[in-house]
């Protein structure tokens, strides 16, 4: 682990800009990102080679095959989403406190969210924690790092070279990249399949399995009427 911390404002915001949509933009930004990396230096020499690897190959790539990978691999897989607390809450009522929590710390520090940006995304993370001095910008990181120690390994089982990105987090947290144990993702039909219509309301779990059922239905009555059964 690293004893002191490494002033990383330029490294941070390269980081959160990686794990960005790879715009057009982004893609005519990447000379000065990779010599934003090198001038600040602020991670090891063989994390900046992989690093700036991974930008010239953003910039030199087809657009169309740069921008579907960048969104099959974090907008359909959850094991490598991006945004934290869905790998703590997922879609639990918790999320929601949680994040007007998080928001407050940014607005604390005179921070405001671009319009759609939600505040527990890796990328605006890593923005807020450029804006704080070394010290409480690690510990801060320190606190997400077995979230993004759980996404790292999740793109590593995935060959992915976005798992330099991670893994250069981690450094900065004043953690070791080191992969974890991660259950399997679902395939992707059977996590985003529909429940089955009825599904709840089938006959498995009645006496006679698969075998037809009888219906009681009950006649609504008035106040003159009996209360028969038809």
């Known amino acids: 682990?690293?004893?002191?911390?490494?002033?990383?404002?330029?490294?941070?915001?390269?980081?959160?800009?990686?794990?960005?949509?790879?715009?057009?933009?982004f893609r005519a930004a990447v000379p000065e990102l990779q010599q934003a990396l090198r001038v600040e230096a602020a991670l090891p020499a063989g994390r900046l080679d992989e690093l700036c690897a991974l930008l010239q190959r953003l910039q030199r790539d087809d657009p169309f095959t740069v921008e579907a990978e960048f969104v099959d691999l974090f907008d359909r897989g959850r094991g490598t989403a991006l945004h934290l607390f869905e790998h703590i809450h997922g879609d639990s009522r918790d999320r929601g406190p949680a994040m007007v929590d998080l928001q407050q710390t940014y607005e604390r520090a005179g921070l405001q969210l671009s319009p759609?940006?939600?505040?527990?995304?890796?990328?605006?993370?890593?923005?807020y924690a450029s804006t704080q001095p070394p010290r409480e910008a690690r510990d801060f990181l320190a606190e997400?790092?077995?979230?993004?120690?759980?996404?790292?390994?999740?793109?590593?089982?995935?060959?992915?070279?976005?798992?330099?990105?991670?893994?250069?987090?981690?450094?900065?947290?004043?953690?070791?990249?080191?992969?974890?144990?991660?259950?399997?993702?679902?395939?992707?039909?059977?996590?985003?399949?529909?429940?089955?219509?009825?599904?709840?309301?089938?006959?498995?779990?009645q006496s006679r399995p698969e075998q037809p059922q009888p219906i009681h239905i009950v006649r609504k009555h008035g106040p003159h009427q009996s209360g028969a059964q038809a």
């Open 1 to 25: 682990m690293f004893n002191a911390p490494t002033p990383a404002v330029y490294t941070l915001r390269v980081l959160a800009a990686l794990l960005r949509y790879p715009d057009a933009a």
């Open 116 to 127: 759609g940006e939600l505040p527990d995304h890796l990328s605006v993370v890593l923005e």
């Open 144 to 205: 997400t790092a077995h979230i993004v120690r759980a996404i790292f390994s999740a793109l590593q089982r995935r060959e992915s070279a976005y798992a330099s990105v991670l893994a250069a987090v981690l450094e900065l947290a004043g953690e070791r990249a080191k992969a974890v144990e991660i259950p399997p993702e679902p395939e992707l039909d059977e996590a985003w399949a529909e429940p089955e219509a009825f599904g709840g309301c089938s006959s498995a779990g």
